[in-house]
């Protein structure tokens, strides 16, 4: 119902029925990990951690998009409950894998949302550490996960879209923490007439890369939409091409 809501711009509906979701996975204990799953058969201790790591990524897009607080904080959770969970741990799935990549981004901009926009300051010293948390990812979103998957019309719809939407969303944490940058440059120049020559390499270079980021993602739904199978209505793919971070 979150999903849907976001869907038919239903923001606020959205973050009610996430906020129930949460509660009821916390009063089920989805958030302790091992210590609360070994009382539960194989089969179900896979869903409730599919369920839980849903519910996180969720949590953290919401609170990027419409800037909120978190709904799960890092320290309501055990480590290991956002670990995957299969029945074959040495051979993954493909979806369990692609989730590993959704719950490696959300934590990252779960650090971006708590270093940088609640505290409404940013430096290029922590803006370096999370670029190098993003290449991190970049080495994750190569093979089966690279973008030009996202636009091959012969690969399969349901993989496809898994693909767009990761891609998209690791493009969208390198625009929230580079966006201040971009932002002071601009106001900067407009403003003040201040060339952004005037500053330091590494601010223009984080200016540089949102403008990339943001011209990257024009390009990945793009070509998404050439190849036929972009829905009419896909909440996330509308967030992150056409509502800026924060």
């Given at each position: 119902m979150a999903v849907y809501s976001l869907s038919v711009s239903r923001r606020n509906a959205a973050v009610s029925y996430l906020s129930m979701a949460v509660q009821f996975a916390f009063t089920l204990g989805l958030h302790r990990g091992e210590?609360?799953?070994?009382?539960?058969?194989?089969?179900?201790?896979?869903?409730?951690?599919?369920?839980?790591r849903s519910l996180?990524?969720?949590?953290?897009?919401?609170?990027?998009?419409l800037?909120?607080?978190?709904?799960?904080?890092?320290?309501?959770c055990s480590s290991d409950s956002l670990r995957s969970l299969s029945e074959q741990p040495n051979r993954l799935?493909?979806?369990?894998?692609?989730?590993?990549?959704?719950?490696?981004?959300?934590?990252?901009?779960g650090r971006i949302l708590k270093t940088v926009y609640a505290r409404r300051r940013v430096s290029t010293k922590l803006a370096h550490e999370f670029a190098l948390d993003c290449q991190k990812l970049d080495k994750q979103l190569q093979g089966e996960f690279h973008w030009r998957r996202a636009?091959?019309?012969?690969?399969?719809?349901?993989?496809?879209t898994a693909v767009l939407h990761l891609n998209l969303y690791r493009y969208h944490a390198v625009l929230l923490y580079t966006r201040p940058f971009f932002l002071y440059l601009l106001k900067n120049f407009q403003v003040d007439k201040v060339p952004p020559t005037r500053f330091s390499p590494r601010m223009q270079r984080f200016?540089?890369?949102?403008?990339?980021?943001?011209?990257?993602t024009i390009?990945?739904?793009?070509?998404a939409l050439r190849a036929g199978y972009l829905p009419q209505?896909?909440?996330?793919?509308?967030?992150?091409?056409?509502?800026?971070?924060w």
């Open positions: 210590q609360t799953q070994v009382i539960f058969p194989l089969e179900e201790q896979i869903v409730r951690r599919r369920v839980w996180f990524v969720l949590d953290r897009f919401l609170a990027a998009a800037g909120r607080p978190v709904l799960i904080s890092d320290e309501d799935s493909e979806n369990d894998r692609s989730m590993n990549i959704a719950v490696d981004i959300s934590m990252l901009i636009v091959d019309p012969s690969t399969p719809i349901i993989e496809a200016s540089q890369t949102c403008v990339k980021a943001a011209e990257h390009t990945i739904v793009y070509g209505r896909n909440p996330f793919v509308t967030h992150f091409l056409l509502r800026p971070p």
